[in-house]
């Protein structure tokens, strides 16, 4: 996940093996703080679980996959894995590293709903202040669906079609800012989607289903334009690195394709995971809508009992008052 220098790593990267599925595992990127972040996200989503157990409350089982296998797994995949050592060798690997980053991950945490069960179990006194900066007016700003699309969707133009990522592979606070950009981004865009938090301000489904689909074909438009950009990306760097078995051209290629074709198949299964929740929130409508009128029915038969009992009583008959 470093980014070392310009010099560094062109004298590093001709040390380095072509990329294979099998170098996820042999090159893996040891980034210490990284480490320490997830494990400690991991050990407080767990405590926090095993809070509600022990005081016989439920968690899904669900969700604790989403949020920890998945959602924390993806990012040490994408920051940890071998995704991190090439990210600044291969365009290809950064754009894998991107894509995990600021879809895959965010999508699996907004479905471990880590803020219920932080109000959940948190005591009162950071409770009170989680729920106030959730009704922030600062929160509330940047988590606005449309601000949030922005963002979203003006990234990766801004990035790979300004000077923004060529100034990534030779400025390391600037290279960590990009990830973590690409996380808070991706979160703020999914969480009021498809997250499963109770977020304020959160748009009805059918508006949110309008925005996704909206949103679906620009990455693939992007990855278009990457594939067929008359220059290349971050040439003079790229070209110093001197790799003998991938050509930069072939390289940006490749990574233009990956931006194409997965952010398609990721936009996809996050709306077949959107309309499955639509579908169960409207479940959930009917039963409760039912539930009420099954009341209202019992309560006005047992008015009429009533009313029929005072009427034996008084020695009338009994008519039915329906």
Same mark, same amino acid.
């Given at each position: 996940m470093s980014a070392p220098t310009a010099l560094t790593s062109i004298s590093a990267s001709s040390e380095l093996a072509p990329f294979?599925?099998?170098?996820?595992?042999?090159?893996?990127?040891?980034?210490?703080?990284?480490?320490?972040?997830?494990?400690?996200?991991?050990?407080?989503?767990?405590?926090?679980?095993?809070?509600?157990?022990?005081?016989?409350?439920?968690?899904?089982?669900?969700?604790?996959?989403?949020?920890?296998?998945?959602?924390?797994?993806?990012?040490?995949?994408?920051?940890?894995?071998?995704?991190?050592? &090439?990210?600044?060798?291969?365009?290809?690997?950064?754009?894998?590293?991107h894509m995990l980053l600021s879809m895959v991950g965010p999508i699996l945490m907004a479905l471990g709903a880590p803020v219920t069960l932080a109000l959940r179990t948190l005591p009162a006194k950071p409770k009170s202040w989680l729920l106030k900066f959730l009704h922030s007016r600062y929160f509330r700003l940047i988590s606005h669906p449309l601000i949030a699309f922005?963002?979203?969707?003006?990234?990766?133009?801004?990035?790979?079609?300004?000077?923004? &990522?060529?100034?990534?592979?030779?400025?390391?606070?600037?290279?960590?800012?990009?990830?973590?950009?690409?996380?808070?981004?991706?979160?703020?865009?999914?969480?009021p989607l498809i997250g499963l938090d109770p977020l304020p301000g959160r748009w009805p489904y059918p508006a949110r289903a309008l925005m996704m689909i909206i949103s679906m074909p620009l990455h693939a438009v992007l990855g278009v334009i990457i594939m067929q950009m008359a220059g290349r990306i971050a040439t003079a760097y790229y070209e110093g690195l001197n790799l003998s078995w991938i050509s930069p051209e072939m390289d940006q290629q490749v990574g233009g394709g990956l931006l194409w074709a997965s952010g398609d198949l990721i936009s996809l299964l996050m709306l077949a995971a959107f309309v499955t929740q639509w579908i169960r929130s409207d479940e959930r409508t009917a039963a409760r809508i039912d539930r009420q009128l099954d009341r209202t029915t019992g309560e006005d038969n047992a008015l009429e009992a009533y009313n029929a009992h005072l009427a034996r009583l008084a020695g009338r008959p009994v008519t039915d008052q329906r």
């Open positions: 294979t599925p099998a170098t996820l595992f042999t090159a893996a990127n040891l980034d210490q703080w990284m480490a320490i972040a997830l494990v400690a996200a991991a050990g407080l989503y767990l405590y926090g679980v095993h809070k509600l157990r022990a005081r016989g409350d439920r968690w899904p089982i669900g969700r604790t996959l989403a949020f920890v296998p998945g959602g924390l797994g993806i990012v040490a995949v994408a920051t940890l894995s071998g995704l991190g050592t &090439y990210d600044d060798t291969l365009f290809s690997a950064h754009m894998i590293q922005t963002f979203f969707i003006a990234t990766p133009y801004a990035l790979y079609l300004s000077g923004w &990522y060529p100034a990534t592979l030779t400025s390391t606070w600037l290279h960590e800012f990009t990830h973590v950009h690409f996380m808070v981004v991706g979160s703020l865009f999914f969480w």
